[in-house]
C-alpha cells in the first residue's frame, strides 16, 4: 500500500512516523527563558546527527495554531539547552515534565528533580540523568508557527562515573539501560535484549562464496 504524505493529515502523518520509526531515544531537554525561568520537556523526535561538529537534533511539533513548547521559544531567546538521557529510574519524572504546564510552571519543581547550573550553558542539569548533554544553539530551523527543529552544538558531557571506562573512553551500554519511545497511547521499550552483529569488511566480502561452497565465476557479472 502506497501512502501519498501531501494528501495526509498533520495527524495520520505524525501516528504513521510514530508508530514505525521506533525505537526513538528520548530527550528530556532542559531550557531557561530570559527571565530565569526554568523549563523541561521530553522529546522523541530526537537523535545525534554528527561527531564534528557533535550536533544533536531536536524536532519541536506544533500543539496547535499558535501555541508551541516553551523550549523552543527559549532555546531561540538564550541559544542554550541540556539534553538529558532517560533510564527507567527517570522515567516516571520525565512523564511528568510532559504535561502541558503553562510557561509560569516549573516541571523540575513538579516532577521532584533536584538540579544544578550547566557548567558551561545557562539551562539546569538534572543530577538523576544518566546521561546529560550542554549545547549552545548551532542552528534553528523554523518550519512554521512555533515549530522547527533546534540543532544544538554539545560543549560538554556528564556521565555517572561507573557507566564510564575513562581509560578506553567506553561506556558500559548495557548497565546504561536507556528506555526508548514506540507508539500512542504511552508506549515504551527498553534495551535489555541486546544483540551483535559484526560489521563486514570487503576482505570478508570476497572469501563468502568460497566458504559457502560456490564458485567465484558463478558469480552474477562474472564472465
Known amino acids: ?4 504524505f501531501e494528501t495526509l493529515s498533520e495527524r495520520d502523518r505524525y501516528k504513521l512516523l510514530t508508530a514505525t520509526v521506533t525505537p526513538r531515544p528520548i530527550a528530556l531537554a532542559t531550557s531557561l527563558d530570559g527571565q530565569g525561568r526554568a523549563n523541561a520537556a521530553p522529546f522523541s523526535f530526537f537523535n545525534c546527527l554528527q561527531s564534528t561538529p557533535p550536533l544533536l537534533a531536536l524536532g519541536f511539533e506544533p500543539r496547535g495554531p ?11 531567546e538564550t541559544q542554550a539547552f541540556i539534553v538529558h538521557l532517560v533510564d527507567e529510574p527517570l522515567l516516571e519524572a520525565m512523564n511528568v515534565t510532559a504535561m502541558d504546564f503553562g510557561p509560569e510552571v516549573d516541571e523540575l519543581f513538579q516532577a521532584g528533580l533536584e538540579t ?14 544518566p546521561v546529560a548533554f550542554e549545547c549552545r544553539l548551532f542552528q534553528a530551523i523554523p518550519l512554521g508557527e512555533a515549530q522547527g527543529i533546534a540543532l544544538g552544538e554539545i560543549v560538554a558531557m556528564h556521565i555517572r ?24 497511547p504511552g508506549w515504551y521499550a527498553r534495551t535489555s535484549d541486546l544483540f551483535q552483529l559484526r560489521r563486514l569488511n570487503p576482505a570478508d566480502w570476497s572469501l563468502r562464496p568460497a566458504e559457502a ?5 558463478d558469480l552474477p557479472g562474472r564472465n
Open 66 to 76: 499558535a501555541s508551541g513548547k516553551d523550549s523552543w521559544a527559549n532555546i531561540l
Open 116 to 129: 544544578r547550573p550547566g557548567d558551561l550553558v545557562a539551562a539546569p542539569r538534572i543530577l538523576a540523568a
Open 1 to 4: 500500500m502506497r501512502l501519498d
Open 161 to 184: 562515573d561507573a557507566l564510564l571506562d575513562v581509560e578506553r573512553m567506553r561506556v558500559d551500554t548495557a548497565t546504561l539501560a536507556l528506555v526508548s519511545r514506540l507508539h500512542n
Open 213 to 217: 561452497g560456490a564458485d567465484k565465476n
